[in-house]
Each structure stands twice: as structure tokens, then as C-alpha cells.
Nanobody, 121 residues
Framework: QVQLVESGGGLVQAGGSLRLSCAASESIFSINAMGWYRQSPGMQRELVAL???????NYADSAKDRFTISRDNAKNTVDLQMSSLKPEDTAVYYCYALLKLVPWTDLRGYWGQGTQVTVSS
């Protein structure tokens, strides 16, 4: 079973920066995409940023120009550099990976346990 291990959450003042990191714990055949979602209390989980194996990236409108996603394909890691943070960025941030553990299986999505990001005003 793949584990996605997240780190880097915490408390920061508005305008500050945080860097989230996520690493897959198992040997993986291929990762189609890795990225970050977030969920605030009472809200649905939403995409923040997703990077595909070919390098293309999807950002939520709220993340464009403030957040930067990067990925190390060799290490199966993904980072999210967040700048100019706002109180509305407060949420639990979840790492996500769409991958194949072995070549003969279908792509499957996996989630990390989540890391809290709190932005104070």
C-alpha cells in the first residue's frame, strides 16, 4: 500500500510563505500525476495544483501567481511553495498521487493524511 507522507504545514501570518512537501513511501512503477488539494471546514475538497508526468500543470485560480508546484520524478516527491498567503488559504492540505504500483494494474488515486495550514490575519 502506498503511503504519501506530507510535511511542512503550520501557522503563518498573512503575507507569509510556507512550503509543503510530499513523498511516496513505496517503489512505484509510474506516477501519472501528483499534486495538492485542500479542504476547509464545511467545504468540499478542492484542487490547488496538480503536475503531470509530462510537466504540464493545473493550478486553481486562487493559487495562480502565488503558489508554485514542483516535482522530482526520480524521487517520487512533490512540493508546493506557497507565497503571499491569505487567511482564506487556511485549510487541511492533502497530497494526491495518480499512479500504478505495477505495470499490469490500472491507474489509482492515493491520498496523504493531510497537513494543516493556518494563515492568521
Amino acid at each position: 500500500q502506498v503511503q504519501l507522507v506530507e510535511s511542512g504545514g503550520g501557522l503563518v501570518q498573512a503575507g507569509g510563505s510556507l512550503r509543503l512537501s510530499c513523498a511516496a513511501s513505496e517503489s512505484i512503477f509510474s506516477i501519472n500525476a501528483m499534486g495538492w488539494y485542500r479542504q476547509s471546514p464545511g467545504m468540499q475538497r478542492e484542487l490547488v495544483a496538480l503536475i503531470y508526468s509530462g510537466g504540464s500543470i493545473n493550478y486553481a485560480d486562487s493559487a495562480k501567481d502565488r503558489f508554485t508546484i514542483s516535482r522530482d520524478n526520480a524521487k517520487n516527491t512533490v512540493d508546493l511553495q506557497m507565497s503571499s498567503l491569505k487567511p482564506e488559504d487556511t485549510a487541511v492540505y492533502y497530497c494526491y498521487a495518480l499512479l500504478k504500483l505495477v505495470p499490469w494494474t490500472d491507474l489509482r488515486g492515493y491520498w496523504g493524511q493531510g497537513t494543516q495550514v493556518t494563515v492568521s490575519s
